[in-house]
């Protein structure tokens, strides 16, 4: 589904990927670890389209298109999310009239008849429910004065909603009480299909003690350096990242 | 929701066209003689079978114009006006005096169909009355019986003066005399129709009381004058909607709207601004020079400006509150919009002369191409004016680098229990709002419409439902092409 192939990525002139290959299959889920600045948002920010992130070498392929050719809203349309770590806030335009604007564009986008606001209304309390979104949050500006574990809670009610075939979570368990973590993982799980894959940045094997990987990799310094399976995140956890990257190099 | 309001939504969402109200109306017109003298002035009174004393109004105003000078103090720059090489007056033929809907040419509700104002039963169910002004006449009122019914009057100015001369004597120029300022005079000597609405004491207007003004005709100037009186206890709501062909030429708008609300009365007035703003490269586009201002004349009276200025190449426009009665208050809810080469100069004054008189402003700007757009705000405290109290917020939000947005604030005092507060921000559209939107599947336009929509909110919930849909729309459509 993801096939990203040696890619160099540059922000205002300074290289941050440097050569990074990676590639992910549908129905799984990877994770993504590694020390700060490393570069885990610089790739999802690269994966979504955001301006501003050059690619100056190598390729990113999704389901056999080229992704950097296309707009960051084709992208979504598309079927890819970022849950973002840190979601932005929008005055004055609340939270379920963002959601029906969103979803409707993918559909539009995809040919799809635009839904009404009742239907839409109904999807999003389905879903709302589970994680713990109160119907006053909905009706609140988009993020505005949100807590941290509200942000988060409402990126992953918003993946529910849009049903994406590859979904990037940037440090969605950062910011979570333990409650709110199992909510985020149960909505995560419950999304885990043949079909879908998914992309897990953490810092926390707690995490992946909830959304068990079946891959994961560290990422240094715009590099993936280490490799493995899920027991790879104990490892870490017991030496911490200094000794893996020491290792790989 | 109503029908009307689905219909408005409708025609809103079919917009596909930048300027979707530039088409030209073919139909054939009876103009007076191109220029401007004492004889264009006898002819509009004559055409409008106007009694002496009206003629010698606009007499007397029109002698008054000759010695005045236009204004320069706004932050507007245009070439010279040649105040003689225009038309002013021009009407479709054969449409006055008009007793029903079935008698007005039906190329006139075909435009009005297009510019989405459905005149028919549907609006009644909106519970909107519809007066319509088709360059210099007014086409049709509807909804009238029902009206009478409440014994509110909304009819022509042209045809209250004929009807209600007396009425029309009290108040006529006692908000924006005479010689107010050199645009409001020559509306004055002009003028050729617009809205009269009386609401009698203690009546609750059963309906949303709307005008749409229309410029189709070249070369052609609109004076269109509005006067709205609430008598004692009583409470209306107006909405006036504007749009204009597409032209070359820059066509000029100098309207005179005039309220007047008395002891414990209420007067809402909301406006749609989408005259033609021009092309691309600035290139034609309609001089608004309109003078407006509301007069609280009574005791615990309350009038509320709300404005949506998205259209017109220049932008002249302050209304206004005069607090006169004690305990009265004054609102002013301003959405300037500026994209390409317009230029907006507009605000507010408010005038508190009575005690306890409260005023509340708030502004927001928006800016984009290479637009320029200013606040300019007076708030004036006299000295009889016991514990006055203003409050004003002025947001400026730019998109690009090319544009400029200005806020002019001036402040006056005379009575040390006043209290004013003025709050003022400039923000630009951050990046980051903008890829999350797209990140979530919204387009670059469609993003930055909702951005500033969410910008504009304050503003936007003070405007009838049915017109807040068809705002909103509006806000999006004059940005289109302001990012990218
Ligand atoms: N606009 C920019 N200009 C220069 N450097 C930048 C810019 N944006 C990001 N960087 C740098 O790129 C590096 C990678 O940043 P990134 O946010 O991708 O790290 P991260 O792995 O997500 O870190 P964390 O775990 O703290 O979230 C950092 O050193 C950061 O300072
Ligand atoms: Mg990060």
Known sequence: MLDIKNLRVAVDGKEILKGLTLKVEAGRVHAIMGPNGSGKSTLSYVLAGRSGYDITEGSITYNGEDLAALAPEERAARGVFLAMQYPVEIPGVTTMMFLKSALNAQRRSRGELELDAITVLKRVRAKAAALNVSEEMLKRALNVGFSGGEKKRLEILQMALFEPSLAILDETDSGLDIDALRLVAEGVNSLRTPERAMLVITHYQRLLDYIVPDRIHVLAKGRIVAEGGKELALELEAKGYEQIVKDAA | ?484
């Not at chain 2, 009005?112 to 909106?126: F, R, T, V």
């Not at chain 2, 490269?281 to 309350?302: E, P, Q």
């Not at chain 2, 500026?338 to 708030?362: E, P, V, Y």
């Not at chain 2, 006043?418 to 980051?432: P, V, Y």
């Open chain 2, 1 to 484: 929701m109503s029908s009307a309001a689905l219909e408005t939504k409708d025609t809103v969402a079919s917009l596909g066209e930048k300027y979707k109200y530039g088409f030209v109306t073919d139909i054939e017109m009876e103009r007076a003689p191109k220029g401007l003298s004492e004889e264009t002035v006898r002819y509009i009174s004559a055409k409008k079978g106007e009694p002496d004393w009206m003629l010698e109004w606009r007499l007397g105003a029109f002698r008054r114009w000759l010695a005045m000078k236009e204004p320069k103090w706004a932050r507007v720059h245009y070439p010279p006006i040649d105040y003689q090489d225009a038309y002013y007056y021009a009407a479709p033929k054969n449409t006055p005096k008009k007793q029903s809907l079935d008698e007005v040419d039906p190329k006139l509700l075909e435009t009005y169909n297009k510019l989405g104002i459905p005149l028919s039963e549907q609006m009644a169910l909106a519970g909107v009355a519809v007066d319509a002004v088709f360059d210099s006449v007014s086409v049709a009122t509807t909804f009238k019986e029902k009206l009478n019914e409440a014994g509110v009057i909304f009819c022509p100015i042209s045809e209250a003066i004929r009807d209600y001369p007396e009425l029309v004597k009290k108040y006529l120029g006692t908000v924006v005399p005479v010689t107010d300022n050199f645009f409001a005079t020559l509306n004055s000597a002009v003028f050729s129709d617009g809205t009269f609405v009386y609401v009698p004491k203690g009546v609750r207007c059963p309906m949303e009381l709307s005008t749409y003004f229309r410029i189709n005709a070249s070369e052609t100037g609109q004076f269109e004058r509005t006067l709205i009186v609430a008598d004692e206890g009583s409470y209306v709501s107006y909405l006036e909607g504007c749009t204009a062909p597409k032209r070359d030429e820059n066509q000029l708008h100098a309207a005179v709207v005039e309220l007047v609300a008395l002891d414990d009365a209420e007067i809402k007035y909301s406006t749609v601004q989408n005259w033609y703003p021009g092309d691309e490269n600035g290139l034609g586009g309609i001089y608004n020079f309109v003078t407006k201002r509301g007069d609280c004349r009574g005791d615990r009276s309350k009038i509320s400006w709300t404005q949506v200025e998205t259209g017109s190449a220049i932008t002249w426009k302050y209304p206004s509150c005069i607090l006169r009665g004690d305990d009265s208050i004054g609102e002013f809810y301003s959405i300037a919009i500026a994209n390409n080469f317009q230029q907006a100069d507009t605000g507010t004054k408010m005038i508190h002369l009575g005690r306890n008189t409260r005023s509340r402003i708030i502004s927001k700007g928006i800016s984009a191409g290479k637009a320029q757009n200013t606040y300019r705000g007076l708030v004036s405290v006299y000295g009889k004016a016991e514990n006055a109290r203003n409050f004003t917020q002025c947001d400026s939000l730019l998109i690009g680098a090319e544009c400029g947005a200005h806020t002019v604030p001036y402040i006056e005092s005379r009575n040390p229990s006043a209290r004013i507060e003025h709050e003022a921000t400039t923000s630009k559209i951050a990046e980051d709002q903008l890829f999350y939107c797209l990140q979530r599947g919204l387009g670059q336009e469609e993003a930055v419409a909702l951005i500033v929509n969410g910008f504009c909110k304050e503003v936007l919930q003070q405007l009838p439902m049915e017109f807040a849909v068809e705002a909103q729309k509006l806000v999006g459509i004059s940005l289109e092409g302001s990012v990218g």
